[in-house]
């Protein structure tokens, strides 16, 4: 099932042959060009190497493994996935509940935010239908756009899809990281409109933004001078942080009768505390490998699970198994155990169908299962429709 | 000598079978289904035979349009009524497509063919390649905006390109989204246009910075973008196609009649261009003589084929480059071969006592050898008559005050700040930090000026070169370079002793 992955996600016949992996090993090894002819090759391999990470790739004109034999210039990526990472150190001005590596419930609601964003603007404005959201095991969330149409996208296309979605501008130096000007575009509206779900309860209660001295600074530096002033004195006399947003909003909503510029801040102040930042550089490279779905994060042991976005309000990254909790679900005895062995050892051409259908049936049991049944279903929704692709083409739709 | 000759060959890398039978399937039946229109996209190289003369006019006349087309769009603003009308002209003269009418399939198969050839001629360099897709993008743009609106449609389906107009009543119910997509799209505009729905894929421009609405992954724009897009894969696709036709030269090359008809027209074309843009006055002078009358004196041939080898031109690029000038002329091949190439070879050092002269500098220009009647050389600064020198400055587009400026110091006896003068104004800068002194140093001078950055001499290689020993073309290039450069050293110390001592 895990070899459907990457090479369902196309319809042609090599290429899965064709398809890159790399391996991270022991001591931070890392080998790339890995590919592998069949599933069992790449299973073997795995066993083989053991390796930490593992990464997903293009597929491209020639098998990888055999990337130095092809005469220069004609080894080629020719279809990859188009990818997203969001990664929460990115939003480290912004939080102040954890910082670099770490995450916590709190400061979840961010991804959260980011992936009801991204996955209405990939589906709605971009036509995307095959995207998988997939937690990174850390500190943040991988998106995957299967459609056929989006592994056939140029680095020039991945790079405009990837801006068009960016909103926030600016490193460190850069304190406000979010102008708007007439008109709003519709994106940007329908993804305010997300934002302002979240963020009362995200900000103004969870972070706090508008409590501490520090933070109300923060805010602040992101308003016009003259409102800035105004606000600051309206603040002595208002500490409750729903009621201090009012006034921002308020404030708003007087300049945006009269000024042609710097009217929409409090959109702007929503847009820099919550809107999603994306790494333009991932998604452009076609060259570029993603962490594979299923794999284990190296530094927390979690599995890098796909996320149902029908749970996307209760999902708890700590509640993701990691791989020991798996080993140890996987140790359990199983109920009917013995029988099952005598029944198979009295046919020993079938042991080897007894140990594939045992090493299918095994996840089933551990934490990993409502994972995997999540992942059969976007794959089977690929599959179906590529199917229907294949027959629209031969004409018997 | 086979008088026709098969333009799809050369089109063809050889043991391309799978290519032609794709290509025959695709073949329309006739010449009124391929010409439908008075404009194309050029998709498909032409099927037929052409006689050799024909290849050489339809060649010439459509380098005539093309021309003609670049310096209309230097002086006029492109499809105003005098761009038009002065293009429609020309067309008309050319005997060209215009406008649809059904008596153009004779036209429209000239415009198909003469295309191809010229394709060919201007695939070599990347200079020529730039050159030709500009004035292809400003052609395409100018026809199309004769057709109507059903017409442009027509086009856009009949060339794959999926770009459908959406209905009025979607247009009302998407007004909003439309209106706050863009700066430039007001309810007047979703009212007055047709929006057409585009691929988000083909407007990544738009996308990139947001400026249109998108849903489901296409774009509305309103038909003024609608050409924009349509001009940027025309360009795109003429790009890839140059590219590459450039990889399948040597189909051509092997052709002996067409080889030379080809280096000239691009040879001619790109010195030409240089001329106007980056030659001193002097230089400009003799080669607008050169091209007009097919000949030039000796001192003219040495000043100006100095010069051209300052610039990088090699000895076999000098001797066709005169060559095919001089055979057009009086001149045939033969005498050329036995009076003047021997004199161009002298130049590089290659005959008699073998001394690679420099070109000259300004003060040498200046001061030594007057020109006589029938002669094109010195400077103009300094030799041409203030009158005439008015005239030449008017008929390259120097404007009234730069011109007084010009002669005030033409009269001061300043011929070199004159020159600086001249340059400052047709390259539109005022701060010039040279002191000038030598032609070539103009020329280096103005590449810098325009970005060029380039190396010219590299440009100026023949395909053959650059496939065979591109090593040693650009070695010989980097010499002349650097020659020119180390001599333009050479010649300001001289100047300065000389004016020390005086």
Known sequence: MYYSFPSTTSVQKNYFQNREFSFTLKDDIYVRYQSFTTQNELEKEMQKMNPYKIDIGAIYSHRPNQHNTVKSGTFQALEKELVFDIDMTDYDDVRSCCSAADICCKCWSLMTIAIRILDRALREDFGFHHLLWVYSGRRGVHCWVCDEAARKLSVAARSAVAEYLSLIKGGEETVKKVVLTDPIHPFIRESLAVVERYFPRYALQEQDILGRKESVDKVLSLVPEDVRKELQQDFQNEKKPESRWKLVRDQATKKQATAKKGQYFEKEIMLQYCYPRLDVNVSKGVNHLLKSPFSVHPKTGRISVPINLKELDVFDPFAVPTISLICEELDRPRAGEDEEKSEESKDKENEKDAAERRKIRDYKRTTLAKYVKYFDQFLDAMARSWKGELLRKSGKF | ?502
Not at chain 2, 319 to 329: K, V
Not at chain 2, 373 to 401: A, I, T
């Open chain 2, 1 to 502: 000598m086979i008088k026709n000759i098969n333009i799809l060959d050369l089109f063809l890398p050889s043991g391309t079978m799978q290519f032609m039978s794709r290509q025959k399937k695709l073949l329309p039946n006739s010449h009124t289904e391929l010409y439908g229109q008075c404009l194309q996209f050029y998709g498909q190289p032409p099927l037929e035979n052409i006689a050799l003369s024909e290849f050489e006019t339809f060649a010439v006349e459509r380098l005539k349009l093309l021309k003609t087309v670049e310096n209309l769009g230097v002086s006029y603003v492109k499809l105003s009524e005098q761009y038009t009308k002065k293009l429609d002209q020309e067309s008309k003269n050319l005997n060209f497509p215009y406008r649809s009418g059904p008596s153009e399939i004779e036209k429209r198969r000239k415009d198909h063919i003469s295309h191809f050839i010229l394709r060919l001629a201007y695939c070599q360099t990347e200079d020529l390649r730039r050159w030709f897709i500009q004035q292809e993008v400003d052609l395409f743009r100018y026809r199309f905006s004769y057709l109507s609106s059903k017409q442009k449609l027509e086009f856009l389906h009949k060339n794959n390109l999926q770009y459908d107009a959406i209905s009025v009543e979607e247009k009302k119910a998407l007004q909003d989204k439309l209106v706050n997509s863009s700066y430039a799209v007001s309810g007047i505009t979703v009212e007055d246009q047709d929006f057409y729905k585009v691929p988000f894929q083909d407007a990544l421009d738009l996308v990139r910075t947001r400026k249109v609405y998108l849903k489901a992954g296409y774009v509305y724009i309103p038909h003024q973008d609608i050409v924009t897009i349509i001009l940027n894969d025309f360009r795109t696709r003429l790009s890839k196609a140059l590219a590459l036709t450039a990889r399948s030269l040597p189909a051509v090359h092997s052709d002996e009649r067409l080889q030379p008809l080809l280096n000239h027209l691009s040879h001619a074309y790109q010195i030409d261009s240089l001329s106007g843009k980056s030659f001193p006055l002097c230089m400009r002078q003799l080669h607008q003589a050169l091209r007009e009358n097919h000949h030039l004196r000796h001192g003219g041939r040495m000043q100006y084929g100095l010069f051209l080898k300052g610039i990088g031109l090699s000895l076999e690029q000098a001797l066709q480059f005169w060559r095919s000038e001089f055979i057009r002329g009086k001149v045939d091949a033969d005498k050329f071969d036995k009076a003047y190439a021997y004199s161009i070879r002298h130049m590089f050092g290659k005959e008699g006592k073998r001394t690679d002269y420099t070109p000259y500098s300004c003060m040498k220009v200046i001061l030594s050898n007057p020109p006589s009647q029938g002669d094109h050389h010195g400077c103009p600064f300094r030799h041409s008559d203030p009158e005439l020198l008015k005239q030449k400055l008017q008929f390259y587009k120097v404007s009234p005050s730069g011109i007084s400026q010009i002669l005030e110091l033409v009269k001061g006896m300043h011929y070199q700040l004159a020159c600086q003068k001249y340059f400052e104004l047709t390259h539109n800068v005022s701060d010039i930090t040279f002191s000038l002194n030598h032609p070539n140093q103009y020329f280096v001078e103005s590449q810098k000026v325009l970005g060029g950055g380039k190396d010219i001499k590299r440009e100026m290689d023949t395909p053959q070169r650059s496939q065979e020993n591109s090593g040693r073309g650009s070695a010989a290039a980097r010499e002349a370079a650097a020659n020119a450069s180390q001599h333009l050293a050479e010649m300001t110390e001289e100047l300065d002793s000389f004016f020390q001592d005086a």
